[in-house]
């Protein structure tokens, strides 16, 4: 015989995956209404894509790949990764703009 507990519980996983879902449509339709906005900074068209991508990253992450209730190790590779990643990113847009360090003479 099956527990009406366990049915319960159940139905609240399915809701709380199906929020996420929905709220990964919206980010992504945000995204895409983003991109068709007349924003005449690129920089900023760009941010504000980027933002949504980390918060939709972040309800992957924490949801799908169960981060949100995983100890505390987990959360600190989890900063140290985006650290470095934010790290890299920044030295390859460095890397891009023209510096007078880069042509001192």
């Known amino acids: 015989m099956s527990d009406p507990h366990d049915a319960a519980e159940f139905q609240k996983h399915v809701k709380k995956y ?7 449509i919206v980010g992504t339709v945000a995204t895409v209404a983003a991109s068709w906005a007349h924003i005449d900074s690129v920089a900023l068209t760009v941010t504000i894509a980027l933002f949504i991508a980390c918060v939709k ?3 992957v992450a924490g949801y799908f790949m169960h981060l949100m209730s995983e100890k505390k190790m987990i959360y600190g590779i989890l900063i140290a990764t985006a650290f470095f ?16 360090l880069i042509h001192m003479k």
């Open 18 to 24: 199906l929020f996420v879902f929905y709220a990964l």
């Open 57 to 59: 990253g972040f309800l």
């Open 85 to 100: 990643f934010a790290g890299l990113m920044y030295l390859t847009v460095l890397s891009m703009q023209p510096s007078s």
